[in-house]
């Protein structure tokens, strides 16, 4: 079945692209500058935790200022810094004393990332580019209370996370204003949650690993210059995986300076 | 050596009276335990415990569904379409190809289950009822008599002129860790008292061994009391097996240990060796539904060995009489290395036979409590249970939670499982005692809370 698609649609795709990429003219470009803004993210990752034996849904809200460097024509350096939401709702923390099943939604924790985009070709209108990223969230210490119990209880902790993801991107310089671009990249995301339980005399602590089970991310976005100086940004992913999908969605704008 | 000695009296046919175990010395000054008449017993009439077990109706979730899709649907894009009506939660039940999921906040299950029928690809979308199969056991006598681990409030009529008003709730909570855990056979719980009827059908095959027994000093622990074995059974009686009673802890064993007589009496000695005896053969629990008024250090001393051991030590605060002590009893009494259970009654309030004092740690229900008993004990007109109060009732329904506890997290320390006993209590007397007081301790257990996942929210 897969050779019959790679026969019916792939190869005449890639010719397709390959005629395209040698026969449309050259769009400008930036030479080398700074830029800066703010992107907001939001994606979702099934993961799986207690070892591949549970799964359950996350997902996570970024909003970061973004800075890149145009070092020459085709390397581009991004740097970002936010703040970050991550909602890890379904965990359950058994080997606590008392076990917790983390139901409370987002949970903050500080966002830096950095990227790196060279370019490997380019015909005409087209550019294929390497696309590389991380992005660490580091927990911020949140306390709950556990309120039902004979005596106050809390329970003190916070997930952190890493996202990285590597791969091609095909970029079409179709105007001066508007420049699509669909990649397709591999994505891992892992961390870990941790809570410490105290209840009286009673404590414990617990972390608990957790990877996303999507590992493929496949992104439509395109840059759009509203005048020199500003560009909006935008890109929707998804991930496919054994049973699923994930998502990922970003907008943002640059200021040119 | 033997001291004192005090017979269980019967009253035939319903009220049979048993005992609690106190202290007492004899002329020659030695310690020994022994029954008083003080606690009485009812056996169940066979009109009554014949009585069907009342069916629970069926309720449906109010945020799960089963959601079948139409044959040629994929699982991804299955799951993609739950995922795109903010189902959660989501779990394929293979075999039967059904998708178990989770209505999001603020939406019906009857309106989930319209929307997703307006969806092509969705073969059938139904509500994801409540089941107790395994949660509540189908024992014979668990619906209506064992209030105790399961209150539905009405009326628990167990004589004609004894006739209880029930409070809903008023209950350790135990379907709610039955969902958690029923046991497992590799915890074990020592009885330490007057042996066990290791041929009572709730009973012959939870036993181990035949235990010891320290005051014939042989290894037959059998029963020739009937307090031993009414406590044996509500810790852990053979549960769902469609007769009978539930213990609490459905799978866990039993280890026999004798250290009191016929007539319910015992000396210290015999139960400091029991103690020890059951810590060394693999004891994760030991009850001891007995007690003495006077303090012991050996007695002491064999608690703190069960307890160095990782081993949980639960013991009956004691029963008190008009114009008898109503300080906790001992080894109830030695704080730092046992779990002393008060008693509650069918309202949640305190039983009023019901020692007292800053040892108490928590409270169980401990009144009109079924328990299994000797076919030779209640007679042959009668089935082999009874009825009966005290906190020797109560403290059994601990020490089946801590097993519970112990087979759900086997790494926890025994100081571990006597915290958790007593933080998830429920505070039932909080309006005269708020926080922990002298009658209830913490309060009555709840195996719920101490098993069970706590949500943290917002």
């Known amino acids: ?257 | 050596m033997r001291i004192f000695s005090q017979k269980a009296c019967r009253v035939v046919p319903i009220v049979l009276a048993l005992l609690l175990l106190g202290l007492a010395s004899d002329n020659s000054g030695q310690q020994k335990t022994e029954k008083r008449n003080r606690v009485a017993e009812r056996t169940s009439r066979k009109a009554r415990v014949d009585r069907t077990v009342r069916s629970s109706s069926s309720a449906l979730a109010t945020d799960r569904l089963i959601v079948k899709f139409k044959s040629g649907t994929t699982a991804a894009t299955a799951e993609t379409l739950l995922q795109y009506h903010s189902l959660s939660n989501i779990r394929r039940i293979s075999g039967v190809d059904v998708y178990r999921v989770k209505v999001p906040a603020g939406v019906t299950v009857r309106q989930m289950i319209a929307a997703l029928s307006q969806d092509p690809a969705v073969s059938s979308a139904r509500p994801d009822y409540r089941t107790k199969i395994c949660a509540v056991p189908n024992d014979s006598y668990f619906s209506y008599y064992q209030y105790n681990l399961r209150n539905q409030g009405g009326s628990l009529i167990i004589a004609d002129d004894l006739v209880l008003a029930l409070t809903s709730g008023a209950d350790i909570k135990a379907p709610a860790a039955w969902d958690v855990t029923t046991g497992s056979a590799s915890t074990i719980i020592g009885i330490v008292d007057t042996g066990v009827d290791m041929s009572h059908s709730e009973l012959s095959g939870k036993v181990v061994s035949t235990g010891y027994d320290f005051v014939n000093d042989d290894s037959d622990a059998t029963d020739d009391n009937s307090h031993g074995t009414w406590v044996a059974g509500i810790a852990a009686a053979a549960t769902n097996n469609s007769s009978g009673i539930a213990g609490v802890a459905w799978n866990c064993k039993i280890l026999p240990v004798k250290v009191m007589d016929a007539d319910g009496n015992g000396y210290y000695s015999d139960m400091i060796e029991g103690i020890v005896y059951a810590a060394d053969n693999g004891a994760k629990v030991i009850n001891i539904s007995a007690g003495g008024t006077d303090d012991d250090t050996t007695l002491e001393a064999a608690c703190k060995y069960a307890y160095d051991k990782g081993v949980v030590v639960v013991a009956a605060a004691g029963n008190f009489d008009t114009g008898e002590s109503t300080a906790v009893t001992y080894p109830a009494a030695y704080d730092n290395y046992v779990l002393a259970v008060a008693a509650t009654d069918y309202t949640d309030a305190w039983a009023d036979f019901s020692c007292y004092g800053s040892q108490v740690d928590v409270a169980a229900p401990g009144v009109w409590i079924l328990g299994p008993a000797p076919q030779w004990y209640v007679g042959s007109d009668y089935l082999p249970y009874i009825f009966g109060s005290g906190t020797s009732a109560a403290s059994p329904q601990v020490a089946g939670f801590a097993a519970l506890l112990f087979t759900s997290k086997s790494w926890l320390t025994a100081s571990q499982v006597m915290s958790i006993i007593r933080v998830s209590a429920d505070d039932v007397n909080k309006t005269t005692y708020s926080g922990k007081d002298n009658y209830l301790g913490y309060g009555r257990i709840n195996m719920g809370r101490g098993l069970a996942a706590y949500k943290i929210t917002k």
Not at chain 1, 103 to 117: D, K, N, Q
């Open chain 1, 1 to 257: 079945m897969n050779g019959r698609i790679q026969r019916v649609f792939v190869w005449p795709a890639l010719a397709a692209v390959l005629t395209l990429l040698l026969a449309v003219p050259a769009a400008a470009e930036d030479q080398t500058g700074f830029k800066a803004g703010f992107t907001l993210e939001h994606f979702s990752r099934k993961v799986s935790w207690n070892d591949a034996a549970e799964t359950s849904k996350s997902s996570a809200n970024l909003f970061a200022a973004r800075a890149e460097i145009v070092a020459s024509p085709g390397l581009i350096f991004d740097f970002t810094a936010g703040f970050a939401l991550s909602n890890f709702n379904g965990l359950v923390f058994d080997t606590l004393p008392i076990s917790l099943d983390y139901e409370a939604g987002g949970a903050s924790g500080v966002a830096i990332g950095a990227g790196l985009r060279a370019r490997i070709a380019r015909f005409n209108d087209f550019e294929i580019e390497g696309a590389a990223r991380f992005v660490y969230c580091l927990k911020l210490n949140k306390t709950w209370t556990l309120d039902d119990f004979a005596v106050t209880g809390t329970a003190t902790g916070g997930p952190t996370w890493m996202r990285v993801s590597a791969g091609p991107r095909l970029l079409y310089h179709s105007t001066d204003k508007f420049t699509p671009y669909l990649s397709v990249s591999a994505d891992w995301f892992s961390g870990h949650f941790e809570l410490a339980e105290t209840i009286g005399d009673l404590s414990g602590q617990e972390k608990k690993k957790i990877k996303g089970k999507s590992l493929v991310d496949i992104a439509l976005g395109g840059d759009y210059k509203l005048s020199d100086r500003v560009t909006l940004r935008a890109e929707a992913g998804f991930l496919p995986y054994g049973g699923g999908v994930d998502a990922d969605l970003s907008v943002g704008f640059l200021y040119n300076f």
